[in-house]
């Protein structure tokens, strides 16, 4: 049995009908890791000792009657975002190059309570600003389709890890769509939630309106299952939810008769690849003859949501990288004269170039003067495409349409034009300005065999919807393995 050809939770199954045990998953992991790591650099760290001993635990206690979820035993990645009590997290930056937190992220710490074995940290770019891994100070991941492309960002180590079969699944973070565009790029699914519904308490802040974790795995049921774990009220984290129902597993049904989709006619005008435009709107077809209602609408306001995305988001990244200075912890230059120098040497050398640049940017918005113009303008934007959204899902229960307007770019051609690399964020971007939750799947390929992603928009709380639908989407497709997937 090849077990990591294996759904993360098909990989449960067998671990709990005792067929295999968590200890032979993880070695079937680290082995996977060590043939195909140098070709796909989708991990920063890889915890081979603490994730062996962690597995004998965990297959104790599965024996034991303690561990009876669908996660347990299964190896699992967590983006380098994400603070893991005694083992390195460094926003994949040099600031943070040997930073060892002395705690562990809500997210990480519910996947451990449920079983999950995590076996490492994966790439991404540097404090998640990018939208191809290629910003991360450890060099560049390669997308498991064709390592002559990127894996997408800023989870794109995740992404790329679980496609590659690396792992059985991975936590990725989501500010402007760098779980939705990666998991497209990759041929995998990823699920953004609502804003608020798991805790952000251990996730190293970037946009901390926008910030949130999510899953990224082979298939919407791992995704569902991963999501049911991580989600809940956290007290530590201020801007958490409680909700009432975090059963997201019991919207696993193929059955989409009654549900109202909207495709946007914005999202598919100028600038979309016929590819993926076509495989989209196939799939669109495909749900309309499984029962759904689908009708083209105008959403509008889609050309302020990049501008009204980068003021917002590089405002606040300003002021939640102001912490990383040098003197208690991570990176300081090795020589300085004084407080003042040791703090602009330290941030000079610790920070990469499109950190610095997104740092100056929301510097200047808030600056005396521009505030007004820029930043204020940015946050009534923001309230307008909230609204505009409101307005959409009191006709339709999701909105259909691309994750991004191409497959992946070759390495470099993104780094080169950064306007370019923003832009490429379009589609993705006012789900995390308006809180909503937001879905990523497979829905073919291009004649370069890249994946192309659908991407299913939901109200708020809803992720059901999202679930039940792209379910049913799911059902009427293989899962493709890429390349590196069997090696």
């Known amino acids: 049995m090849d077990l990591m050809s294996l759904t993360a939770t098909e990989l449960g199954r067998h671990i709990q009908a005792k067929e295999v045990s968590a200890e032979e998953a993880v070695a079937a992991a680290l082995d996977a890791i060590e043939k195909k790591e140098e070709t796909v650099a989708g991990f920063v760290t ?51 190059y040997n930073f060892v937190p002395g705690y562990t992220a809500e997210a990480v710490k519910r996947l451990e309570e449920a079983g999950a074995v995590v076996i490492g940290k994966t790439n991404m770019d540097e404090f998640a600003m990018g939208s191809t891994t290629e910003t991360s100070a450890f060099g560049p991941t390669k997308n498991p389709w064709n390592t002559d492309h990127v894996p997408g960002g800023s989870s794109g180590g995740s992404c790329a890890a679980v496609a ?25 699914t990823g699920i953004k939630p609502t804003y608020g519904t798991v805790s952000r308490y251990g996730l190293i802040a970037y946009g901390s309106s926008l910030d949130q974790v999510g899953p990224v795995a082979k298939n919407v049921t791992d995704c569902a299952s991963i999501l049911e774990v991580i989600a809940g009220f956290d007290a530590k984290d201020s801007t958490s939810v409680a909700r009432k129902d975090y059963r997201f597993t019991e919207a696993l049904t193929d059955d989409v008769r ?5 495709i946007p006619r914005d999202y598919f005008g100028e600038g979309l690849d016929p590819e993926v435009k076509a495989a989209v709107l196939a799939a669109a077809e495909t749900l309309r003859e499984l029962g759904a209602a689908v009708e083209e609408f ?11 995305y980068y003021v917002i988001a590089c405002a606040e990244a300003g002021s ?18 004084g407080m003042h120098q040791m703090y602009k040497r330290s941030r000079s050398e610790g920070f990469g170039p499109e950190v610095k640049r997104r740092i100056m940017l929301g510097s200047f918005v808030l600056s005396s003067g521009y505030y007004d113009a820029y930043y204020l303008k940015a946050l009534r934007t923001k309230a307008l495409i909230r609204q505009t959204f409101d307005r ?49 799947l497979p829905c073919g390929r291009d004649r370069a065999g890249l994946p192309i992603g659908l991407q299913l928009i939901a109200d708020c709380f809803q992720e059901k919807k999202l679930i039940r639908a792209a379910y049913a989407y799911e059902q009427t497709r293989e899962y493709e393995r890429c390349p590196l997937a069997g090696i």
């Open 258 to 262: 009654g549900l109202r989709i909207g």
């Open 46 to 96: 890889v915890d081979r000792e603490g994730a062996r001993a962690r597995a004998k635990e965990v297959q104790r206690r599965i024996l034991a009657g303690e561990l009876t979820g669908p996660l347990a035993g299964v190896p699992v990645a967590v983006k380098d975002n994400l603070c893991t009590k005694g083992l390195k997290t460094t926003c994949a930056s040099n600031i943070l």
């Open 320 to 337: 939640n990288l102001a912490r990383f200075d040098g003197v208690k912890y991570g990176y300081r230059a090795a020589e300085y004269e």
């Open 164 to 188: 590659a079969e690396e792992c059985s699944a991975a936590l990725g973070s989501d500010t402007g769509g760098s779980i939705r565009q990666p998991s497209a790029f990759c041929g995998v």
């Open 392 to 440: 959409a899902f009191a006709s339709y229960d999701i909105i259909l349409g691309p994750a991004a307007p191409t497959t992946a770019p070759r390495l470099g051609a993104s780094l080169a034009d950064p306007i370019k690399m923003y832009l490429g964020d379009i589609y993705t971007i006012a789900v995390n300005l308006a809180g909503l939750p937001g879905m990523s």
């Open 298 to 308: 105008d959403l509008s306001l889609v050309e302020y949501a990049i501008p009204a």
